[in-house]
């Protein structure tokens, strides 16, 4: 069984940093695909970035030269490098994996596996 344990997560001024981690196990096959995905109360889940198997990037155009995606596979751990926050980026996020290929890294139904979510708060 395919567990995500995310951590990380904490409340932060606007313009700090957080790293945020995922940790995986159970897999009986690497990994095609893992991103972050985060979340607001009574807001849709929206893709924030993903790193497939080659270790190619993708990101959500908010978070741009300010959020590095990173997958170490021997750890079987992702990690989100998080700097210049704002307070726009306050959200629950989610550590998401597939198995099988992803053709649109931002839509939630292209993952099988979620975490539990770690929450991030950037004040003002």
């Known amino acids: 069984q395919v567990q995500l344990t995310e951590s990380g997560g904490a409340s932060v001024q606007s313009g700090g940093s957080l790293r945020l981690s995922c940790v995986a196990s159970g897999y009986r096959h690497v990994a095609s695909c893992m991103g972050w995905f985060r979340q607001e109360p009574g807001k849709e889940r929206e893709g924030v970035a993903a790193i497939d198997s080659n270790g190619s990037t993708s990101y959500a155009d908010s978070v741009k030269g300010r959020f590095t995606i990173s997958q170490d596979n021997a750890k079987n751990t992702l990690a989100l490098e998080m700097n210049s926050l704002k307070p726009e980026d306050t959200a629950m996020y989610y550590c998401?994996?597939?198995?099988?290929?992803?053709?649109?890294?931002?839509?939630?139904?292209?993952?099988?596996?979620w975490g539990q979510g770690t929450q991030v708060t950037v004040s003002s």
């Open positions: 998401a994996a597939s198995t099988q290929t992803v053709y649109t890294w931002t839509r939630v139904s292209s993952y099988a596996y």
